[in-house]
């Protein structure tokens, strides 16, 4: 029904940028928040920033004033920049996306997950 597809992950060093993309595509009728989150090995998953409809965000205290989460509604696109990267910041980051889509003559409104993309920062 409604598949998200990341991108932008990868191998970077200490201090370095990344910026990943997450596109949503499907029966979408509106999607509301948006946000990123990342599991390291052996911890649980964390949010790590989030987006409302409206624009309004919210991080981690970790990933504050490093990381900046922004959408475009017309793609049904979340990105997140992540700046001065820390090996810490090294996990698998997916994309989770509110959704309302069209099912059959009705709406449901439903959470869906990205597959996640490794990102792995070196010290």
């Known amino acids: 029904q409604v598949q998200l597809v990341e991108s932008g992950g990868g191998l970077v060093q200490a201090g370095g940028s990344l910026k990943l993309s997450c596109a949503a595509s499907?029966?979408?009728?509106?999607?509301?928040?948006m946000g990123w989150y990342r599991q390291a090995p052996g911890k649980e998953r964390e949010l790590v920033a989030s987006?409302?409809?409206?624009?309004?965000?919210d991080y981690a205290d970790s990933v504050k004033g490093r990381f900046t989460i922004s959408r475009d509604s017309a793609k049904n696109t979340v990105y997140l920049q992540m700046n001065s990267l820390k090996p810490e910041d090294t996990a698998v980051y997916y994309c989770?996306?509110?959704?309302?889509?069209?099912?059959?003559?009705?709406?449901?409104?439903?959470?869906?997950w990205g597959q996640g993309t490794q990102v792995t920062v070196s010290s």
């Open positions: 499907g029966s979408i009728f509106s999607i509301y928040d």
């Open positions: 987006i409302t409809s409206s624009g309004n965000t």
């Open positions: 989770k996306a509110d959704v309302s889509i069209v099912y059959y003559s009705t709406r449901r409104r439903l959470d869906y």
